[in-house]
């Protein structure tokens, strides 16, 4: 068993979990929920029921690692909420060297043909590449 993981780091104070879910919601065009307990990020809508592990970590000291959102996922192949945080993440001012399939960058709405598709090849953008071609503003 393995686990998928993925830091998205902050130059400032990272957004909070309640401004988080707001993007999150509008760019989904679906209800995300946080347990806080769990730390887990999950949506019913997208087939992420179970979601994943979402926690943030604000540097307090130097030897401190950076201010960051840090990412865990037991499911491997990622998932529509699993890129969409990623891309929203980064739409706060987030950096993070992930590729992301093109489907990642849409609505729920509008992603959720492609990414149903099992094994489907689809363009795969780093979220530079996709603000560079206009996928993403």
């Known amino acids: 068993m393995g686990c998928l993981g993925a830091t998205v780091f902050f130059s400032t104070t990272p957004p909070t979990t309640p401004t988080l879910l707001t993007a999150l919601h509008d760019y989904v065009g679906e209800p995300?929920?946080?347990?806080?307990?769990?730390?887990?990020l999950s949506c019913?809508?997208?087939?992420?029921?179970?979601?994943?592990?979402?926690h943030?970590?604000?540097?307090e000291h130097?030897?401190?690692p950076?201010?960051?959102?840090?990412?865990?996922?037991?499911?491997?192949?990622?998932?529509?909420?699993?890129?969409?945080?990623?891309?929203?993440?980064?739409?706060?001012g987030?950096?993070?060297?992930?590729?992301?399939?093109?489907?990642?960058?849409?609505?729920?709405h509008l992603a959720k043909q492609e990414c149903n598709r099992l094994f489907a090849r689809y363009?795969?953008?780093?979220?530079?590449?996709?603000r560079h071609l206009g996928i993403v503003k």
């Not at 943030?56 to 540097?59: D, G, S």
């Not at 865990?72 to 993440?89: C, D, E, I, K, P």
């Not at 987030?94 to 729920?108: E, L, N, R, Y």
């Not at 363009?123 to 996709?130: D, G, I, L, N, V």
């Open 32 to 40: 995300v929920t946080y347990d806080e307990y769990m730390g887990q």
């Open 44 to 54: 019913e809508a997208t087939g992420d029921a179970y979601g994943f592990q979402a």
């Open 56 to 59: 943030v970590h604000v540097c």
């Open 62 to 64: 130097i030897w401190e």
């Open 66 to 92: 950076p201010t960051c959102w840090e990412l865990l996922s037991t499911n491997l192949r990622g998932g529509y909420l699993w890129y969409a945080t990623l891309v929203v993440l980064q739409n706060l």
């Open 94 to 108: 987030g950096t993070c060297d992930w590729v992301i399939p093109s489907w990642g960058f849409k609505s729920w």
């Open 123 to 130: 363009p795969r953008y780093t979220y530079t590449e996709a």
